[in-house]
């Protein structure tokens, strides 16, 4: 079983930054996909950044330009660059990982920007 563990979650203001991190209990070298979603409450779950060796990365509209998608493998970590944040990117950040045919997720870190 692949475990996620992330980090970077927190409060800042609007127009300010934060860096998600992914750690994987497996080399993500392996990986078929990386990406990050995100809920809100009262929200469906929504995907807002994703990346695959054959497609490269892709965005929500409601992110691209301020948010980057990105791997180390040395680290066995994907990364979340989101930049210039909204009061609406207000969410749970959510890790998901494709290996074989499973999804594993994460548990979640709080993103919270404040007005």
């Known amino acids: 079983q692949v475990q996620l563990v992330e980090s970077g979650g927190g409060l800042v203001q609007t127009g300010g930054s934060l860096r998600l991190s992914c750690v994987a209990s497996a080399n993500i070298r392996d990986f078929n996909a990386v990406g990050w979603y995100r809920q809100a409450p009262g929200k469906q779950r929504e995907l807002v950044a994703a990346l695959t060796s054959d497609r490269g990365s892709g965005y929500a509209d409601s992110v691209k330009g301020r948010f980057t998608i990105s791997r180390d493998y040395g680290k066995n970590t994907v990364y979340l660059q989101m930049n210039s944040l909204r009061p609406e990117d207000t969410a749970v950040y959510y890790c998901?990982?494709?290996?074989?045919?499973?999804?594993?997720w994460g548990q979640g870190t709080q993103v919270t920007v404040s007005s």
């Open positions: 998901v990982v494709g290996l074989g045919l499973e999804n594993y």
